[in-house]
């Protein structure tokens, strides 16, 4: 069993910087995938971008590849998303979840913590 705890949300103005952390329960952990979403009021939850056990990052097509960088602590079983020059469309839930490999469902989810970008 593997427990996710998402932190570092808040209210940041639009052209901030906020750092996610999501800390895993157990030390496994480093070998899954770890993934970021969201979710914006009134929107289906929503693929960010992922990272696997050695560093390779999956993004989303058309994503915050280039305000957003994903990196991972495998010795603190710790996955973090700095997200750079935030805008309002940005303002959401922001899950880290975790799966076994490429292909296989996220079975993994932490509790979210939410983001809002004021303008």
């Known amino acids: 069993q593997v427990q996710l705890v998402e932190s570092g949300g808040g209210l940041v103005q639009a052209g901030g910087s906020l750092r996610l952390s999501c800390a895993a329960s157990v030390r496994t952990a480093g070998t899954r995938l770890m993934g970021w979403f969201r979710q914006a009021p009134g929107k289906e939850r929503e693929f960010v971008m992922e990272i696997d056990s050695g560093g390779v990052v999956t993004y989303r097509a058309g994503s915050e590849k280039g305000r957003f960088t994903i990196s991972r602590d495998n010795a603190k079983n710790t996955v973090y998303l700095q997200m750079n020059d935030l805008q309002p469309e940005d303002t959401a839930v922001y899950y880290c979840?975790?799966?076994?490999?490429?292909?296989?469902?996220?079975?993994?989810w932490g509790q979210g913590t939410q983001v809002t970008v004021s303008s």
């Open positions: 979840a975790a799966r076994e490999k490429a292909g296989a469902p996220y079975d993994y």
